[in-house]
Structures are given as structure tokens and as C-alpha cells.
């Protein structure tokens, strides 16, 4: 019990961290790509590639950037990458702490045939895969031809997709495809970006020639970085909106909302250097809709289940058989220390209060019970629901 109960508190220093060092992380990228958009071209020194005049919190600042270099190198010299580092090594411990130390109740689909330490090391390879198949377009002519390069990635996202959707649950999916990409976004940093930065600062340093193409490697990454970061942002809050994940097609709903996000990325950045298109923001919306229409539950459906009447005692004896071993005061899962969530079903009053949790989790989702350990029936969730609605 102490050990659940530690856990959870190294859980939640973990995300704390993970959020704050993303914040800062994708922060940055979000400055500087609206920074390089906004640059003006025009009017400079012979060295000054674009200057940018800014006002914030009582102050003016003047920011220019170099063709190449300065003269002599500034004291001090400020980097951006321990936010990246950060974030991904307490995303990967978090990923641990939650999916990988309870990976038969957390990772794998609750029908998965395949043992714990499998479904870990499932994982673990796509976080190297994906990263290099990504490196390998990068280094091939394809980074240049950008419809086909996004096709490729995309059709790439959607098999990882796919495939952990019949060995993870749900969930997992969309947490395990989350980390594919932040692995990729830091080794981006860590591989490509500080080196060539690295490279700049030593030509500097030198006096030595330096060659334009490796400034636009650099770039090119970081601007790969900054279409990530929306998709990766849902996937980080994904876990607590089931109806999102949890239907038949999760892994397909994802793939769509991860190019609604990067479409919404594209338009600021359009924004940014004043050639965006109302079109663009029509079909960010249209698609929207769209997808909100299709997740939607089947009003038809209901209507006929709402036929039939369903007794508050009827659905106290299903949510103590399926939800009170982990939803009670002292609960009798030992995966749990306390409730999770701090919700509590073991009274008719306390169901009453989270009927609303219980009919998105269990009926409209069928998130819970977790993987479906309790084996809680399609008969007793329509049950649940037919309740849930008159009342």
C-alpha cells in the first residue's frame, strides 16, 4: 500500500515537471518561429539577416539576426535545449512510472495476448523507429518536396497507429504515438539543431567560413519541431477525455485530429508572414465539425433504450460489481492506494453525484472499468445509460 502511495506522488512530481518543462520548451519554439516570421528583411546592416522591434512588460526590445555571425562571440551566450532534454526525460520516466511499471493493466488491451514485458519493449522500438525513419527522410531529397515528405510522415503515424491499437489499449495508443513524437522533436535538438549551433558558434570563434546549408538544417528541423508541438500538446491531455479515444476507431480519430492541429499550426505560421487564407481556417472548421459529428453517440439508439426503466438499486448492484473495487473509500484493487480521482461510488449517494463521470466513462466511452478487467458487459452499460438518461 505504501508503495502505490509513493508511486503516486512520484507520478504527480513527474507531470508537474513534464508540464512546466514543456511549457517552457514549446514556449521557446513558439517565439522564435513567430520571431523568424516576423523579422523585418528590409533596411539592414550587410550582416544583419532581420532586426525586430518589440515592446513587453514596460520595455523595448531590439532583436537582430545574423547572415552568419558577429565579429567577436557575446558573454554570455544563451542556449535553448535543457527544456527539451527536460521534458522528454520526465515524459519517459512518467511514461514508466504509469504505463510501464503496471503494463498489464495500464499499456496492453484488455484482450492482448502478450506478456508485460513485451508490450514495453513494443514500445520502446517505436520510439527508436519512428525516429529513424524520420531521420532517414529527412536526409533524402524528399525533405524538399514537403506534399510528399507530410504525406509519408502522416501514412507512417497512421500505421504505428493502427498497430498499437491491437496490442494497447486505447489510451495507451494515444499516449504511446505522443511519445513517439516528443522523441523525435528531441533528438531533433539533441542530434541536429544544438550540433549545428554548436558548429556556428566554433566558425565564430574561428573566423572560418561556414556553409548556408547547414543554418537551413538547422532551421529546417526546428520548423518540423513547431508543426509538432499542437499534436503533441493534445496528446498530453488526451487521457482524461475518453469519448476521444476510446471508440472502435481511436487510433483513426487521432491520426484526424493531428491533422486538424497541424493545419492549425500552419495557418499562424501563414499568419505570421501576412499570407494566411480564410480557406484554410474553413476547413479547420469544417473538419472539426465534422469529427465532432462523428463521435457524437446515436440519438436513436438511446431513444430506444430509454423504453425500458432502470431502478437506481439496479444500477448500484452493476457499479458495485464493475466500478467499487478501485471507486470506494479504501478500495480492495491493490493498483489503487485511494479512489482515483478522488471519486468514490460505494453509495447511492456518491453515484448520484458522479452519475455524469459514470456515463461518460463507462457508457459513452466504455473507458472504464480499466481494460475491462471486471468484464463489464454491453447489457449492463446500456443499463447504466437507460438510468443515467432519466434521471
Not at 537582430?64 to 535545449?81: A, D, I, N, S
Request: contains cysteine; aromatic residues 12%.
Amino acid at each position: 500500500m505504501m508503495q502505490i502511495y509513493l508511486i503516486d506522488w512520484l507520478s504527480l512530481a513527474l507531470k508537474l515537471l513534464h508540464v512546466i518543462a514543456g511549457i517552457a520548451w514549446i514556449g521557446a519554439s513558439f517565439y522564435f518561429n513567430w520571431l523568424e516570421n516576423k523579422l523585418d528583411r528590409l533596411n539592414n546592416r550587410d550582416e544583419i539577416a532581420g532586426n525586430l522591434w518589440a515592446v513587453h512588460g514596460g520595455g523595448f526590445y531590439h532583436l537582430e539576426k545574423y547572415k552568419k555571425y558577429p565579429q567577436t562571440l557575446p558573454e554570455p551566450l544563451h542556449w535553448f535545449k535543457w527544456e527539451a532534454y527536460v521534458t522528454w526525460l520526465s515524459g519517459i520516466s512518467l511514461l514508466s512510472v504509469i504505463y510501464y511499471f503496471n503494463a498489464s493493466t495500464y499499456l496492453l488491451a484488455a484482450n492482448s495476448s502478450i506478456s508485460a514485458a513485451y508490450g514495453v519493449g513494443l514500445s520502446l522500438v517505436g520510439l527508436l523507429l519512428f525516429w529513424l525513419i524520420y531521420d532517414i527522410l529527412c536526409k533524402s531529397k524528399l525533405v524538399t518536396k514537403s506534399a510528399i515528405f507530410i504525406a509519408i510522415i502522416f501514412i507512417v503515424i497512421s500505421f504505428f497507429a493502427y498497430f498499437y491499437s491491437n496490442i494497447f489499449n486505447p489510451r495507451a495508443v494515444y499516449m504511446q504515438i505522443g511519445a513517439m513524437v516528443g522523441t523525435v522533436m528531441v533528438a531533433n535538438v539533441f542530434f541536429v539543431i544544438i550540433p549545428v549551433q554548436k558548429k556556428l558558434v566554433d566558425a565564430c570563434e574561428n573566423s572560418t567560413e561556414v556553409s548556408l546549408e547547414l543554418g537551413k538544417t538547422g532551421y529546417l528541423r526546428s520548423r518540423h519541431n513547431n508543426y509538432f508541438t499542437l499534436p503533441v500538446l493534445f496528446m498530453m491531455i488526451s487521457g482524461h477525455y475518453p469519448t476521444i479515444y476510446s471508440g472502435d476507431y481511436g487510433w483513426l480519430v487521432l491520426i484526424a485530429v493531428i491533422g486538424i492541429l497541424v493545419m492549425v499550426r500552419h495557418y499562424f505560421n501563414l499568419r505570421g508572414v501576412g499570407k494566411a487564407k480564410n480557406s484554410l481556417i474553413a476547413i479547420i472548421v469544417i473538419s472539426t465539425l465534422a469529427l465532432i459529428y462523428a463521435l457524437a453517440p446515436s440519438q436513436s439508439k438511446l431513444q430506444v433504450q430509454n423504453k425500458e426503466i432502470v431502478t437506481i438499486a439496479e444500477a448500484q448492484v452493476i457499479i458495485e460489481k464493475h466500478c467499487v473495487s478501485c471507486h470506494a473509500a479504501e478500495p480492495s484493487n491493490k493498483a489503487f492506494a485511494m479512489a482515483p480521482n478522488g471519486i468514490m461510488l460505494d453509495t447511492k449517494d456518491n453515484i448520484i453525484a458522479h452519475k455524469n463521470q459514470i456515463y461518460k466513462q463507462a457508457v459513452l466511452s466504455k473507458a472504464m472499468p480499466i481494460i475491462n478487467t471486471t468484464n463489464m458487459t454491453d447489457e449492463e452499460r446500456a443499463k447504466l445509460g437507460i438510468w443515467i438518461e432519466a434521471n
